[in-house]
């Protein structure tokens, strides 16, 4: 009988296990990463849109308001702001928390995929550098100017925390 070269079942169930097992260990690092990419790419254009807010406020229109009521979505501030945000992760909205009229305002960046990831940005004339709050309360004006990297200690998920 001429001797046949292959693979045993017994090798390739083997393999597969070994394969299953790396998968195991290296899916949720993957998701961390991928989370942390998500997140730090809103902390970005939150910078991006807190920079355009000082533009609108102080700029050759002069507003002297900041955008928030017609800054309610991405599209909206892209449009105001004069900016070309692209982000299919987050969704972006700017308010006018105290009712000043515009003299101070939040741009939240919420997750559309993770309801525990939001990032908030804190504007208005006394804030400087922006204060922008991650998840779990973490401010971090602190930190230094914009886009700073706070230890994320109190974060609910550590992964959240852009690094």
């Excluded at 939150?46 to 102080?58: M, P, S, W």
């Excluded at 100017?145 to 959240?160: G, I, L, Q, R, W």
Aim: neutral net charge.
């Amino acid at each position: 009988m001429p001797d046949k070269k292959g693979f045993t079942l017994m090798e390739i169930i083997v393999v597969l296990i070994i394969i299953g097992i790396l998968t195991i260990i290296a899916l949720p690092n993957y998701t961390a990463m991928i989370i942390q990419g998500a997140a730090k790419s809103a902390q970005n254009n939150l910078v991006t849109i807190y920079n355009a807010q000082k533009n609108y406020y102080f700029g050759p229109v002069g507003n002297s308001t900041y955008c928030t009521v017609t800054c309610n979505s991405l599209a909206n501030i892209n449009a105001n702001l004069v900016l070309n945000i692209s982000d299919n992760n987050f969704t972006y909205t700017c308010t006018n928390p105290n009712n000043d009229g515009g003299l101070t305002y939040s741009c939240k960046a919420q997750s559309n995929s993770d309801p525990n990831l939001s990032l908030t940005l804190i504007g208005g004339p006394t804030n400087n550098p922006p204060q922008i709050i991650l998840p779990g309360g973490v401010n971090c004006a602190s930190g230094g100017p914009a886009p700073c990297n706070p230890v994320c200690t109190d974060v609910p998920n550590p992964s959240y925390c852009p690094s």
